[in-house]
């Protein structure tokens, strides 16, 4: 005998909708339904909540939630671009748009929320939008294209994202405020002035205490606004982000209970006024009397309901934390718990800096228990802070040393050691350090992502990710777990481990530290791996082991990968490529014209690099000399494009010529450049200098950046582009040229002295113990007592500075390697072909295809240079 | 295959027979040079941290590049002598020319001798 399964009908696929299709399959309770659901958008639920990524560069199919397959592994019929329009209780039915009638046993509604447009005239005019979805973003970058001036209508959360996306699209752009300050329900007047001046320093004009009347409308195209002052603005294009009210109208018109102001009314199991009908999300009244707009709340909601039905005991929703951190127009804005001291007897602290643009204020009792706060410009603190927030228990460490900013004397921050294991670490899905711990001790996951997939946590908004990290790794190292961190197979120590043996043993060559220290049997060569990377930690210590400072001689020169051993970047043809130094992008226009002679001469292709200068590519082993002699004469030296070591530091143009800078990156980017090469380190380092908060340089993005302020300079430290990118964290601010190149001598010697091999800074302030505090505790408040150490090791490595291509030049030694053949010197490598393309050269791939293309392609007419001919061909 | 080496010269086996690579001491420990056989093919000549010398087909099989002989030598735990590509990073045996990292690969292994 077969039953029927009862009907559970889910109106409003989006995140709310998504996750408690996902709580259905977790708790089983998709098992006892048919689950149907009615979608109004023609797409699965994606991320509104990283909807402006999509500018970004985050496709629409990016922002997806589901992982392809969900809804059909576990049944859900989906039906899209399906609203529904009418719900009859009574019948237990609803229907849709196109007419069909659909019965169900059990209905959830997660219909979300609307727009609010203020009633005023031409709302509805041609360059008027909203931002909710991904077809108001599509239809807001279509329309910017013809469009100079846009205004957002609302300084909140949504409407400073609206802005950030129009800043993006390249207009000149308004936020219009009705309350005093921007974010009103988030931060105070203090923290609002903060995060005005610094989103007003990045060109977007704020306004606020005003009202908008009307909007202007010519040819039934939006073309201006007119205020409640009586001021006016003309504006091509106007996007509403005024807040959002419920979607109830379809509980509305059948009858269920809603709330005077909008909102479904449930009660504390999130049961509507009809025992059949659920609600959850944005669409409902929840019993404290208010609609939550946020998605945490909305998560907690669908959990609960799914609980329910799958017959276990749920968590009742009785309200929610409306704690937030959010980036918003790369300003971080934090706000949680009680931040606006509501609480009877609560006491501030309070921190502001207006020229940085950094706010900070905590919320406490008499005691010294947290009861909430407010950061702005700087919200690293927030992870650690709110989950303490109203726990009761006193802060470890008094609370003015918090909101102190980094390098000042007494600023601490709290690891994860410091939370209880009540304390939610994950506010989005609401989970615990009880339960992160869980995962590692109960389930075995041993790595972040394994321990995201199993709780959840960090795969909301991502900001307690970094936490998260500390936490499990702490409980592994508790649980005793052991992983093999040797280099390679030859040594059972690390990096950083084995650049102490050297340094204090002084072991000045790989054959010595691999007899003395190495795991592998006697007689062992070493391996591809451990072989560089002892060669660079023995490059980087040269002038203490008394080691050549030139990575080419004795035993250095049998470690190094062909790159390093022929000073040049082996291409995917055998050819290499060829990168002088250009300090800081600065090049004058005779040298220039030498570059272009040179790869005309040669035959090269020429491209600009990302680190402003010019990669010459095409160069076979034995014209690498004859190239970088020429280049040499000139003035040129290594770029050390090749080497794991400093490759640039690009700058903007800065005060000298720019009018927004404030000051002369160029000089100090050549400056730090010169510094710095040559500098052999686990990984390459890149480098910027901007002249001003506008950041041209995109100095965040580099390993150590720098950014001018009116008062000196800003230092940030581990950022990344490619694969993994990163934004670097602020080490010290406002520094002179002087404690500038200070800090920077230590913290790359730091790095050098603890990192892992082939690890980037970025990886490595979020890998090593304590993180970007405990960094900024050696590099600037010198903790550990080895600062002078760092600096006199940098001081020897810029002493003992030489270019290594005018070296190399100078010494026939060193010469002999630059040839094709052993047996025939001066015999070009055959197998080194060029074909044309856009009027330069590229490998002709097709002759590496077998080895009888290359033999069938030798003949005795070939040119010396083949590229010349090619390129004669091309002309 | 291996010779140790006492003399001066290095020499190559190929069907023209027993032909000159290089004097002994410009073989670096650790490290190959490129040779331009007389039919047009390439072979990589290594010496090894021991004072053994190897050769091999220099084109890398996995790109068709002719750079084996620019790859770092390097030995298994349990003691086989292998070069890895300077591109992709394969290693091959130098005394079998079995790849490694992939047993349906293996390059051509030559003879050479110290003399």
């Known amino acids: 005998m077969t039953t029927t399964k009862p009907t559970l009908l889910l109106v409003g696929y989006g995140m709310v909708g998504h996750r408690f299709l996902e709580a259905l399959a977790d708790t ?20 509104r909540v990283g909807l402006t990524s999509y500018f970004s560069g985050r496709s629409a199919d990016d922002l997806l939630l589901a992982e ?14 399906s609203p529904a329009v009418s719900l009859d209780p009574a019948a237990r039915t609803v229907t849709t748009a196109a007419g069909h009638t659909l019965s169900y046993d059990t ?50 959360l949504l409407g400073l994202e609206a802005a950030g996306a129009l800043k993006g699209l390249g207009l000149e752009t308004h936020v219009v405020e009705f309350a005093p300050r921007l974010m009103p329900v988030q931060v105070d007047d203090a923290g609002g002035a903060a995060l005005r001046r610094t989103i007003e320093s990045m060109g977007v ?35 509403f982000s005024a ?31 009809d025992p059949h009908v659920f609600a959850i999300g944005e669409c409902a009244l929840a019993v404290d009397g208010r609609v939550y707009g946020l998605v945490a709340p909305g998560y907690e909601m669908a959990v609960s309901v799914a609980q329910q039905l799958a017959e276990q005991a749920a968590q009742p929703f009785t309200g929610a934390d409306l704690s937030t951190k959010l980036k918003l127009l790369g300003v971080d804005v934090a706000s949680f718990g009680d931040a606006f001291g509501s609480t009877p007897g609560s006491l501030d602290v309070v921190y502001s800096d207006s020229r940085s643009g950094v706010y900070k204020k905590l919320v406490v009792t008499g005691e010294g228990e947290l009861l909430g706060g407010i950061l702005v410009g700087d919200a690293s603190a927030y992870a650690t802070l709110r989950p303490l927030a109203g726990t009761g228990r006193p802060l470890p460490v008094p609370a003015e040393s918090l909101v102190l900013p980094a390098g000042a004397d007494t600023a601490v921050s709290l690891g994860s050691s410091a939370l209880p294991d009540e304390a939610v670490v994950c506010s989005c899905n ?18 972040v992502p394994e321990v995201k997939k199993c709780t959840r946590a960090g795969t909301n908004c991502g900001s307690c990710v970094k936490l998260l990290g500390t936490i499990v790794a702490d409980e592994l190292e508790a649980g005793g777990v052991e992983v093999d961190r040797g280099l390679c197979p030859c040594f059972a120590h690390t990096r950083a481990e084995l650049y102490e043996i050297v340094l204090v043993k002084r072991i000045p060559t790989h054959r010595q530290l691999l007899a003395e220290h190495g795991r592998a049997p006697e007689g062992s060569e070493g391996c591809e791996v451990c072989k560089p990377t002892v060669a660079s930690i023995i490059a980087s210590l040269a002038p203490e082991l008394e080691a050549s400072g030139h990575i080419l001689d004795g035993e250095q020169s049998g470690l190094q990968d062909t790159n390093d051993h022929f000073l040049a970047n082996l291409q995917k043809n055998g050819s290499y490529s060829v990168v002088p130094r250009i300090p800081g992008g600065e090049i004058t226009p005779d040298k220039l014209i030498v570059i272009g002679e040179v790869a005309k001469e040669f035959g090269l292709y020429t491209k600009i690099t990302g680190g402003q200068r010019i990669d010459l590519f095409g160069a076979s082993v034995d014209q690498l000399p004859m190239i970088w002699s020429r280049l040499v004469a000139a003035g040129f030296e290594s770029g050390h494009a090749y080497g794991k070591s400093l490759r640039t530091v690009k700058s903007c143009v800065g005060s000298t010529w720019c009018r927004y ?194 033999l069938a392609a030798l003949d005795p007419d070939n040119a010396p240079f083949p590229a010349d001919r090619i390129l004669e061909e091309a002309r | 295959m291996t010779i140790t080496a006492s003399a001066t010269r ?75 590509s300077p591109l992709l990073k394969q290693r091959f045996d130098l005394l079998t020319g079995e790849c490694l990292d992939d047993e349906d690969v293996r390059i051509a292994v030559h003879t050479a001798r110290s003399a």
Not at chain 1, 28 to 47: H, N, Q, T, W
Not at chain 1, 430 to 447: P, S
Not at chain 2, 63 to 84: N, P
């Open chain 1, 107 to 156: 209905l959830v509604l997660a219909t979300g929320s609307y727009p609010f447009v203020p009633p005023v005239d031409g709302r509805d005019a041609e360059g008027c939008f909203v931002y909710r979805t991904i077809e108001d973003l599509q239809a807001i970058e279509a329309y910017s294209a013809g469009a100079r001036v846009g205004a957002v209508v609302g300084g909140g």
């Open chain 2, 10 to 84: 290095v020499e190559l086996l190929s069907p023209a027979g027993w032909s000159p690579v290089c004097d002994w001491d410009l073989l670096v420990p650790g490290r190959g040079v490129a040779v331009l056989l007389p039919d047009g093919r390439q072979a990589a000549v290594f010496r090894d941290g021991s004072d053994r010398i190897y050769a091999v087909d220099n084109r890398d099989p996995f790109t068709g590049a002719y750079v084996l002989s620019r790859g770092l030598i390097g030995s298994t735990a349990d003691g086989r002598v292998y070069v890895a």
């Open chain 1, 430 to 447: 609401n989970v615990t350090k009880g339960t992160i711990r869980a995962a590692v001790t109960d389930h075995q996951c041993t790595t």
């Open chain 1, 205 to 239: 004009v704020v306004h606020t205490g005003i009202g908008t009347k009307a909007i202007t409308v010519a040819e039934g195209r939006a073309v201006g606004m007119s205020f409640t002052d009586d001021s006016e603005l003309a504006t091509d294009l106007v996007v």
């Open chain 1, 661 to 854: 800078g404030v000051q002369d990156s160029v000089a100090m980017a050549i400056q730090l450049e010169l510094r710095y090469r040559g500098l052999r380190s686990p990984h390459k380092l890149k480098s910027a200098v901007s002249g001003c908060a506008r950041e041209c340089a995109e100095a965040r993005g580099k390993d150590f950046g720098v950014i001018a302020t009116t008062n000196g300079w800003n230092l940030y430290v581990g950022g990344n582009g490619g694969a993994t990118p990163r934004h670097a964290d602020l080490l010290a601010q406002d520094l002179d040229d002087e404690q500038l190149v200070r800090l920077i001598d230590r913290f790359l010697m730091f790095y050098i002295r603890t990192a892992d091999r082939l690890e980037r800074t970025s990886t490595w302030l979020e890998r090593i113990e304590g993180g970007l505090d405990h960094v900024r505790e050696v590099v600037v408040e010198d903790s550990l007592g080895i600062a002078e150490e760092l600096e006199a090791l940098m001081a020897r490595h810029i002493g003992d500075y030489q270019d290594e291509w005018a070296a190399t030049l100078a010494d026939p030694e060193r010469m002999r390697r630059f040839v094709s053949f052993v047996n025939a010197p001066g015999v070009p490598d055959p197998s080194i072909r060029f074909v044309p393309e856009r009027d330069q050269v590229k490998p002709d791939l097709v002759l590496l295809a077998t080895e009888e293309q290359l």
């Open chain 1, 243 to 273: 807040g959002v009210r419920p979607r109830d109208q379809l509980a509305r018109e059948a009858g269920l209970t809603v709330g005077e102001r909008g909102g479904i009314a449930i009660d504390e199991h999130c049961r509507t006024s």
């Open chain 1, 28 to 47: 089983g309770a998709a098992a006892r339904y048919r689950v149907v659901v009615l979608a109004e958008e023609p797409r699965p639920a994606y991320d």
């Open chain 1, 68 to 81: 392809e397959g969900f809804t059909d592994r576990h049944g859900f019929e989906v039906h899209l671009s």
